[in-house]
């Protein structure tokens, strides 16, 4: 089984700065994409960021220029740096995983979720 371990959350004050870390453990072929994903409270789960094994990136529109992601294959570890931090960043923030099992086939795995709370 693949687990993902999500950590860094908190609470900040506006403008502050976060930074959040998920490992995945487990019997991991390889990983292709990894990403964040958000849900504030009465709203749908939303892209934040992915990156691919091979460095490729996407952001949502709303975090471009103020969020980085990152991942270290060698430590199956992705993460986001989230700077200049609003209250409308509150939001519970899950990691996400396409793991490859050696046959060549897929499974998503998702971690627990992080509370990050931007609030003076």
Same mark, same amino acid.
Do not use: H
């Given at each position: ?6 950590? &860094? &959350? ?20 390889? $990983?292709? /994409? =990894? &990403?964040? *994903? ?11 960021? #992915? $990156? !691919?094994?091979?460095?490729? $990136?996407? *952001? ?7 969020? #980085?992601?990152?991942? @270290?294959?060698?430590?199956? #570890?992705?993460?986001?740096? =989230? ?5 409308? @960043? /509150? +939001? +519970?923030? *899950? ?7 050696? @046959?060549?086939? !897929? ?6 979720? !992080?509370?990050? #709370?931007?609030?003076?």
């Amino acid at each position: 089984q693949v687990q993902l371990v999500e950590s &860094g &959350g908190g609470l900040v004050q506006p403008g502050g700065s976060l930074r959040l870390s998920c490992a995945a453990s487990g019997r991991i072929f390889s $990983i292709n /994409t =990894m &990403g964040w *994903y958000r849900q504030a409270p009465g709203k749908q789960r939303e892209l934040v960021a #992915t $990156i !691919t094994s091979g460095g490729s $990136i996407n *952001y949502a529109d709303s975090v471009k220029g103020r969020f #980085t992601i990152s991942r @270290d294959n060698a430590k199956n #570890t992705v993460y986001l740096q =989230m700077n200049s931090l609003s209250p409308e @960043d /509150t +939001a +519970a923030y *899950y990691c996400n995983a396409r793991i490859r099992w050696s @046959d060549a086939s !897929t499974e998503v795995f998702w971690g627990q979720g !992080t509370q990050v #709370t931007v609030s003076s």
